[in-house]
């Protein structure tokens, strides 16, 4: 089974630019997470969808980050314009609720770099 | 916020040797789970132990759980070099997921 697949794995910017990530999950996950993580830290959660729907974005910055998933399945996720502290790892999951185990499966990641 | 405390920060350990590190949280949770990292990859799932469980095994892996101190443990037994990573604790409330720290393991061949 394939896994958690992102594109790209590397992107360089300038800061002010616009820049997109995408994921795409493991076929039957109805859940998919996007997080950011720092280096040095564990991933933080900048939102979940269920199915179509984005059911906690509480942790999305709202004036420059967007995200979708058109029909459930892929998802991308927008910042613009990016700042030079919006450098990270940008990591999506997926997983499939409602079994016994809510474990997430894990993409490798596009590592951004904002100049 | 991260809800998970991860300690120690680092470990660094002989080949054979066991190793141990601690996760501490904050509010009630549904399961706890265990995460590695390798340098520059995703996440991947180690092992999961519910709310109402004290003790998991997998392998060479065995997790403790107190909800009364509100923590958890990962035992490594007998490491081996390619056990180099960083483990993370995510708690599930039901509703959010947290990730703690970490604690990055250097296992010395």
């Known amino acids: 089974e394939a896994g958690v697949v992102q594109s790209p794995r590397y992107k360089i910017i300038e800061k002010k630019q616009p820049v997109a990530f995408w994921c795409n999950p493991i076929s039957g996950h109805n859940t998919l997470y996007w997080y950011l993580q720092n280096l040095g830290q564990g991933p933080e959660l900048l939102i979940r969808y269920e199915n179509e729907e984005a059911v906690d974005d509480s942790q999305l910055p709202k004036d420059r980050f967007s995200a979708e998933r058109l029909k459930g399945v892929d998802s991308t996720l927008k910042i613009q314009p990016a700042e030079l502290g919006d450098s990270a790892v940008y990591l999506c999951?997926?997983?499939?609720?409602?079994?016994?185990?809510?474990?997430?499966?894990f993409g490798p990641g596009t590592r951004l770099t904002v100049l | 916020s991260q809800q998970g405390e991860e300690d120690p920060q680092a470990l660094s350990i002989q080949e054979g040797e066991n190793a141990t590190m601690n996760c501490s949280y904050k509010t009630s949770i549904n399961n706890l789970q265990w995460y590695r990292q390798n340098s520059g990859r995703g996440l991947v799932h180690l092992i999961l132990i519910r709310s109402n469980e004290r003790e998991k095994h997998s392998g060479r892996l065995r997790v403790t759980l107190d909800t009364s101190k509100k923590s958890s443990s990962l035992l490594i037994t007998a490491s081996r070099a390619a056990d180099t990573a960083s483990y993370f604790c995510a708690t599930n409330t039901g509703n959010q997921f947290y990730f703690g720290t970490g604690t990055s393991l250097t296992v010395i061949p």
């Open positions: 999951a997926s997983s499939l609720v409602g079994t016994s185990t809510d474990t997430q499966y």
